[in-house]
């Protein structure tokens, strides 16, 4: 069970370290440019920014570039098992996916009527990971050798638990404005 858990975790990465990477650098320009939707209500809102994005999907890819090379090093078999290049696919693949995701997440939380840095349980912790296994599928071949049924399963169990964890640290280190 430990053993999931781990390997669950460490499958993620690239796809949970996005948004942390785009809560610290991000800021500047609204991804919206500030406008509103049909309905009257801005499209995604400030917090989703073009930095933030940009920089988001870049620390996902290093993680997970590390990662590769952490496995090669020490000889673990993950994403070692597959090429560079088929790594790369699906780091790139689960960052992209995780920061859609969350953009899909704000836009629906705007049409419900949620505004930002409101809480939305279990939705704001899983609408980043179900992109994220989403395009990691579409592009990736690989996707079914690493994440089986079971890896799916516990990731949709740990992350809630893993995702208010770590927005609690980065209201206590000031980089968010609410603890979830």
Known sequence: MLYLLLKTIWLLIPAYTPN??????????????????????????????????????????????????????FGLAFFSLLSF??????????????????LVGSFIKRRIGIERGQAFPFFDQLTFLVFAFLFAYSFSPFFSYLFTLDVIIAAFIITPALHLLTNYIAFKLGLKDVPW
């Open 20 to 73: 942390n990477f785009a809560v610290v650098f991000g800021g500047g320009m609204p991804i919206d440019l500030g406008k509103n939707f049909i309905d009257g209500k801005r499209i995604l809102g400030d917090g989703k920014t073009i930095r933030g994005f940009i920089f988001g999907v870049l620390g996902g890819i290093l993680c997970g570039t590390i990662q590769f090379n952490l496995e090669k090093f």
């Open 85 to 102: 290049m088929d790594a790369f696919v699906l780091i790139v693949s689960l960052s992209i996916g995780s920061l859609t995701g969350d």
